[in-house]
């Protein structure tokens, strides 16, 4: 055991270091639907077409200083009846650059079908670092833990909510305090992650943060292929508080644009919560 951790670490510090970690997320989410508008066959498949939607395989490309994360490409994208597609979070076009070592990312996105390249400094975590260990596949891994403020509900989407539109007035979001659980393995001594967790003596290779779970499946070091990896270039370059407030915006449109008209009845339609 002991000469296997000596062979880990010195494959981690040679010069041309490089790593490959295969990870699945998995969110969780709430969804209610009326009964009268929807059979129990579609209210089914509406579950199914979610559950894939949230079930995604991403892989992260990482050296000493700096890393890309980016979805493997899927087969097919979930639809509902009549060919409409559904589609939360990121697409496969979509790659997180991440440097540990200057600090810094780029997040270059596809989003409404417009590209951005959001570039931004990578905020400090402040881990509290607990005794707790585990296994997960040959590597022992220690939990570390953070805390901090979140919307209660990232993204509402009500169609059954019976609201005077013109008395309406716009509330600040509900904040609750959110616990992040991570877990990772100071045999292989990079601090990264995957997407912008980081800042741990250990690659991370399992967070719970909220509805959502992220696990790594695979790790492979020194790939007989090496990636380049590179910053990405293509998109609208914008700043992540630009980036949010276009996307709060879409947002509201979106739903003004799916609100029930005035006289609809209470009750109608579905209420989709997706937490953090």
């Known amino acids: 055991m002991i000469i296997a951790f000596m062979v880990v670490l010195s494959t981690v510090n040679a010069q041309d270091f490089q790593g490959v970690a295969t990870y699945k997320t998995h969110r969780d989410f709430d969804i209610k639907m009326d009964s009268t508008k929807m059979n129990d066959a579609m209210q089914k498949q509406m579950m199914e077409m979610m559950k894939k939607q949230f079930q995604k395989t991403y892989t ?56 951005f390249l959001i570039k931004d400094s990578i905020s400090p975590i402040v881990w509290k670092l607990e005794s707790d260990t585990k296994h997960i596949g040959e590597y022992m891994c220690f939990k570390a833990t953070y805390t901090k403020e979140v ?19 716009e509330e600040e979001p509900e904040m609750i305090e959110r616990t992040i659980t991570a877990w990772y393995t100071p045999q292989i001594p990079v601090s990264n992650g995957p997407a912008k967790y980081q800042g741990l003596p250990g690659l991370i290779l399992e967070i719970h943060d909220g509805k959502l779970t992220i696990i790594c499946s695979r790790i492979v070091i020194n790939p007989e292929e090496k990636v380049d990896i590179e910053v990405p270039e293509k998109g609208k370059e914008v700043t992540q508080k630009e980036y949010n407030d276009i996307m709060d915006k879409k947002s509201k449109e979106m739903m003004e ?15 989709i919560s997706i937490g953090g």
């Open 60 to 115: 992260l490309t990482f050296d000493k200083s700096s890393s890309l994360y980016q979805q493997e490409a899927e087969l097919d994208k979930p639809q509902v009846g009549g060919g409409f597609q559904m589609s939360f979070g990121n697409s496969e076009s979509d790659v997180f650059y991440k440097n540990i070592k200057d600090k810094n990312y780029v997040d270059q996105k596809e989003t409404m079908g417009k590209k």
């Open 151 to 169: 919307p209660k509900n990232k993204f509402d989407f009500k169609s059954n909510s019976n609201v005077d539109e013109e008395n309406e007035e």
């Open 257 to 271: 644009r799916y609100a029930p008209r005035k006289g609809s009845k209470s009750g109608e339609g579905i209420f």
